[in-house]
């Protein structure tokens, strides 16, 4: 049995959530019998918190289940992931600004490297520096097509996101990118035949921008994947009437954040540290706040098990700014685990931690890691569980039933 | 995947389950880190059970949400809360020992005062005392309605219930309670126009009962909540072939328990000691019986951490009179947890223990309390699955599949 009708016991008051996702904090041991990375970290800060409330672990999608980074925040966000798909063309779009409405046709783009004979001989030009790219991006935004507009962003390096909007357009296209060397861009091929105009404008558009590409040393063609429109998810302020701030750095997130209508806060600096800056400053603002930490992925994707030991700590490090705010319910979890191990996400139950001073039940775990996770009060429960029992521990819903 | 066909595998049997629900039972620390209230109580029968047993904790409806006392029970009883709501009005008229037929649309009555000027001063009537309020009650089943029948009942203090009886009535009213004072009651609204035939009904009785009570001191006027009609849940016979015995003090859990056809046992007294006495007397005639013990739960309403401690004892010390009979399976659990702290019903999980010397496995618990019980061989489970597993460890269910 699950409980879907959440908005019929809404009670808004004015506590206040903090939601803390250090993105892949999920590890593995080196060795088995080993220590994972948050393990391994020095945590004084977090290992407190742990003592103080209750921990668990969450399966973001089901066992067994790798989930991207897209389907893993909106389980967390509690929008079941598998019914409200959402293509990372449009997360790509929106993370850098770019509005994505209901029948638009949003893909994200790299720009890659091909030989005289048109075969690709490095999918992402080098890993073209921002500096580089942006003006490349900047040269391809004069090209029109009949009867739609076309928007074109840069977001990082190699990588962009297109928007074409217009009448009749549908997303079920099939990604250019072969995923393999040696091989030319594949054209845009519709899925089915609604989506026929659309591949004809994208492809049109591709001859065009690779025909201001030709010249280029690195980035002489592109790849375009993720085609998708808006999925319509409900916004925050809607389904929980929650008015919901995000604090995060890489776009991506940011997007995600948007698309359940987070108000997105812009400040400057990149550590979390910042991040938490940030928050302190519209604190009286907002009563739910998304916090977003990318590098602890980042480092798990790299293989890197001790750069993710040093973000965890700087997050620890800099957590009193966070508790400073007096949050009433503050969660610290991560979407997914990366464990450096496999250098890539992995379906490993994630740690989860839930810290409400007024509110929380206490478990024997003093230390915040997956171990202690895996024997934590609230034991194992899908991600799509957290945000009712951030909402319980807020008080911010009724009774079910007399 | 949840298993949904209990029935096609029922193999019933001489073996006894006895259900024993402390409600509200489970609790929270008064600080971070310091004791629950069951945790507090000293409690050796229930710890050598613990020991012997096995432990877990519930999800009376689901993560986050805080159950209501009806859906709580329906939940333990194994019956979806969601799908089977049961309006107040008919748990407080059939606790009292009405009728509430399919189509009878039953209500919840309070007394309460009214000023000159017909607005409420206070909304209970100063708890008017039963000496006080029963006889007023019997004035009032003078009322007569045109074509239909009318059934009041006392309940206790300022409280009462109604059943109107009769053809074409629909339970879909707005209650009349304001819920706050210097207002006058509201009427009884239809929901929609099939319940306009009950609302006129309901009104016409509110204008005889308002005459009668007029020059009342303090029960001047009433107020009536939770309009409803019997759910028609199926009973405990035809569900699991249990012959199910309730020996409970308070109505309303008398009501649940009638609800799905058990036998309500008629007993002197009200302490844990005498409830276990009347199970006694009635232990050869039945093989399933749900104990009930209220006050856990009142002195956690009241905030009142050392009352519901010593609650917690006296059961305990009254618990060799139960485990005199010899049950096969025994389940100590609450219907949701009520922490002192919070002074209301919360979402936390619930301690539960199951008992079951021919069956049961037994985990590393020594002890009956919240930290133990989350550690517990049983984990964390929606309370809809506690009667499978009460019938399994009566081993009153065959083999699914060959």
């Not at 994972?36 to 407190?48: G, I, M, Q, S, V």
């Not at 967390?76 to 046709?105: C, Q, S, T, W």
């Not at 060397?181 to 609604?194: D, F, H, Q």
């Not at 209508?261 to 979390?272: D, L, V």
């Amino acid at each position: 049995m699950t409980f879907n009708d959440i908005k019929s016991l809404l009670a808004p008051n004015k506590s206040k959530i903090v939601l803390l996702v250090m993105d892949g904090l999920g590890g593995l041991p080196l060795k088995p019998g080993g220590k994972t990375e948050l393990e391994t970290a020095k945590t004084p800060n977090l290992d407190r918190l742990a003592a103080e409330g209750c921990l668990g672990q969450t399966l973001p999608i089901d066992y067994g289940i790798t989930p991207g980074s897209g389907p893993a925040h909106l389980s967390l966000f509690g929008y079941d992931p598998v019914a409200h798909e959402v293509g990372r063309g449009v997360l790509e779009a929106i993370g850098v600004g770019m509005f994505v409405n209901k029948g638009d046709v949003a893909a994200r783009g790299n720009f890659c490297t091909v030989d005289k004979a048109g075969l690709i001989s490095d999918r992402r030009a080098g890993r073209i520096p921002t500096e580089e790219a942006a003006p490349i991006v900047e040269r391809l935004k004069a090209i029109q097509l009949p009867g739609v507009t076309v928007e074109i962003s840069h977001v990082k390096e190699h990588r962009f996101a297109v928007v074409i909007r217009g009448e009749g357009l549908s997303p079920d296209l099939e990604e250019t990118d072969p995923q393999k060397l040696g091989v030319a861009p594949y054209e845009v091929k519709p899925k089915n035949t609604s989506a026929k105009k659309a591949a004809d404008l994208y492809n049109q558009w591709i001859a065009a921008a690779r025909e201001i590409l030709k010249d280029e040393p690195k980035a002489n063609a592109l790849t375009l994947r993720g085609f998708a429109t808006d999925p319509g998810l409900e916004s925050y302020a809607s389904r929980y009437e929650l008015d919901a701030a995000c604090v995060a750095v890489y776009p991506m997130y940011r997007g995600v954040a948007q698309l359940v209508g987070m108000k997105i806060i812009n400040f400057a600096g990149e550590t979390p540290a910042d991040e938490f800056d940030a928050l302190g400053r519209v604190w009286n603002d907002h009563d739910f706040f998304f916090v977003h930490i990318k590098k602890t992925d980042s480092y798990g994707e790299d293989g890197n098990f001790e750069g993710k030991v040093h973000v965890i700590e700087s997050v620890d490090e800099a957590l009193p700014k966070l508790l400073a705010l007096k949050p009433d319910v503050l969660i610290v979890t991560g979407d997914h685990s990366t464990p450096a191990l496999l250098k890539s996400h992995s379906w490993h139950p994630v740690p989860f931690l839930l810290w409400a001073p007024d509110a929380a039940r206490t478990d024997s775990q003093q230390q915040f890691g997956e171990t202690q996770c895996a024997l934590g009060g609230l034991g194992t429960f899908h991600a799509l569980n957290a945000m009712p029992l951030a909402l319980g521990h807020a008080q911010k819903l009724n009774k079910f039933g007399a």
